[in-house]
Structures are given as C-alpha cells and as structure tokens.
C-alpha cells in the first residue's frame, strides 16, 4: 500500500491534466471519493475532470462541484485516468479514455488489478484511502473535501454499521468533522429525503417478500410495470435492499428489479456467507456481505437462477 502511495505520489508529480471516473449506477462512495480526490489533485496543480456515465443521482446533488461532473467522454487524451471504487475497467462504462497511465483505487477483494498503479485495500471505503492519500501529500482537508469523504465513508458503511468499519474509520471521520463535516445534516440529506414514490414502491417490495423454506434466504422483486404505476424511479430503489437484510432470521437477502429490459440483483448476507461469491458466479461482484450483478431474462427465469446459485452457498 505504501508502495503505491509513492507510485500515485511520484506519477502526479510529473502529470499536467486528469479525469476522474465513477462507476455506473453510481453510490455515494464512488461520488464523494471522485468528488475528494478531484479537489486533492487540484491543489496538487492538475487539470482534473470528472466523468460519471450515469451521472449523478439526485440524492448527492448537494455534494460540492458535482455540477461539474460530465457523462460524455472528451476527446482529448489526459496524462492520468484515475478510477474509483472499481473492481474492474468496465465499471465505468461502455466508454473508452484516452490516458497515458490508469491509478486504480479500490477496496473491493475481487479487484483485477487493471490499472499501471494499483491501490487495493479491505478498508470501509475508497474514501479512507483518499483520506490518506491526502494527508501523504499534505492536502489542506478543507470543508468541501470533509463533506465529500464523510458522505462516501457513511454511504458504504451503512452510518457504520457494517462489519468493514474499523479503528481507522472513525479516525478519519474525527478528523473530517473537525474539518467542518456535519454529521447529522449530511445523514439527513443521505437517508431522509425519501420520495412518496419512493415509499410506495417500496412499500411493494415488502408485500412481495418471500422466504425459502428453511428460512436462510429472503428476497424480492419490483417489475418495471410497478415502477410505472408507483411514478418511481431507479434511485428510489436503491435502499430497498437494506430493509429486507434487517430481517431477522434470513441469512442471505437479494433484491430484484427491471430495468431497461434487463434484471438488476442487490445481495446481502448477515456474515455467514459469502455474496460476493455468488455476485461472482453470476458475471457481477462486489464485498462478502454486499455485492450485485445484472442479468439478462425475465424477472421469473432471472429469479429461478439466482435462487439456485444461492441455495448452492447457503449451508
């Protein structure tokens, strides 16, 4: 890790221009660490732009510059692509980047080791390691670059609730609201600002809760006719999976949903198994207790498959 620091320390050095990149469907990890490591660069002396192929979700909207961030790839060719929260190159989209080097920063254990620097760590977040990115480089952390980190940190940590929080992340966060974070406006801003929309489809996703019969696994499927109805969107889905992994007793939760005609899944697992395992097996990725992919068939077929992959890993 050090290593890699100095290599990232080293390649800056000699670098003029940058872009950032998020992954698709992007979460506040992703966006906050782009957003962080962005501002970082800058104060380094570089020209940095942001892309993110689906753009930013309302629900971050209030996060600083992210009107700055674009969906269309330029042309020019920059001296560094730098990726975030990506196990793999693809993450970012069906695009290509003109860069001379890739800076690959990551958390996830099934990373592919695409780029020419490679900075792969099992903390809580990519934000943790931008965090000591900045504090290697002596980057003033300044109150946007605080609000950035604490919103990617509380995003991935479930407001550090997940097994990967550790020492290290409460330490960063101390330092991140003495530099002007505010921990309950910003959870306000993440977690309660639901939608009626919202509320109604997910009200949907619990009726249909369904569990196996020996009551290890729970899941749950939203089609795209129920969107329609309900007037939802994507983005008022993505916590769903949250609330059918508070169930007690199941130990292995998955979410289901339409969209543009393929089926997306979201798995979570109390400890006892693996998801990532099984997001692997079915062409996606992710952490042992959190993980997802997208697959192609109809929410019956795509729903008769996971559930047999899941039962495989489910003692």
Same mark, same amino acid.
């Given at each position: +890790?050090?290593? @890699? ?10 670098? =003029? ?7 698709? &469907? ?14 970082? #660069?800058?104060? =380094?002396? *570089?020209?940095?732009? +942001? ?11 209030? *996060? ?10 330029? $042309? ?11 196990? &793999? ?54 109150? @946007? ?16 609730? %997940?097994? &990967? ?20 406006? #910003? ?6 600002? =639901? ?33 329609? +109805?309900?007037?939802? /969107? ?8 949250? %609330?059918?992994? @508070? ?10 949903? $339409? ?22 097996? #079915? ?11 997208? *697959?192609?068939? /109809? ?7 996971? #559930? ?8």
């Amino acid at each position: +890790m050090k290593k @890699s620091f100095r290599d990232i320390k080293k390649l800056i050095r000699s670098s =003029k221009t940058a872009i950032i990149a998020s992954h698709v &469907d992007p979460d506040g990890d992703t966006l906050g660490s782009m957003v962080a490591m962005a501002m970082l #660069l800058e104060q =380094k002396g *570089l020209k940095v732009t +942001m892309f993110s192929y689906d753009g930013v979700p309302e629900t971050y909207h209030f *996060l600083p510059r992210v009107d700055r961030i674009i969906s269309r790839v330029p $042309e020019t060719e920059f001296d560094i692509l730098v990726t975030v929260d990506c196990s &793999d190159l693809s993450r970012i989209g069906d695009v290509q980047i003109k860069a001379k080097k890739i800076i690959n920063i990551d958390h996830h254990p099934d990373n592919t080791r695409f780029g020419d620097i490679n900075c792969i760590k099992k903390v809580s977040s990519v934000a943790e390691q931008i965090f000591e990115l900045a504090r290697l480089f002596k980057v003033k952390i300044t109150k @946007s670059i605080a609000i950035a980190l604490y919103v990617a940190i509380i995003t991935d940590t479930g407001n550090f609730r %997940y097994s &990967d929080t550790l020492t290290s992340t409460f330490k960063a966060a101390e330092e991140l609201l003495k530099a002007g974070a505010n921990p309950w406006k #910003l959870s306000t801003l993440v977690y309660d600002t =639901k939608t009626i929309p919202g509320m109604k489809i997910l009200a949907k996703a619990l009726q249909r809760m369904k569990l196996s019969k020996d009551k290890k696994i729970l899941w749950s499927t939203i089609t795209a006719r129920m969107v329609t +109805m309900t007037g939802a /969107t994507q983005e008022d889905m993505v916590g769903i999976i949250d %609330y059918l992994r @508070s169930v007690k007793g199941p130990e292995v939760a998955f979410f289901m949903r $339409e969209e543009n005609e393929k089926v997306k899944v979201n798995f979570r697992s109390k400890g006892s198994v693996n998801v990532s395992l099984i997001a692997q097996e #079915l062409g996606g990725g992710g952490h042992s207790q959190a993980s997802g992919c997208v *697959l192609d068939g /109809t929410v019956a077929s795509v729903q008769k498959r996971v #559930l047999g992959v899941v039962r495989s890993r489910v003692k």
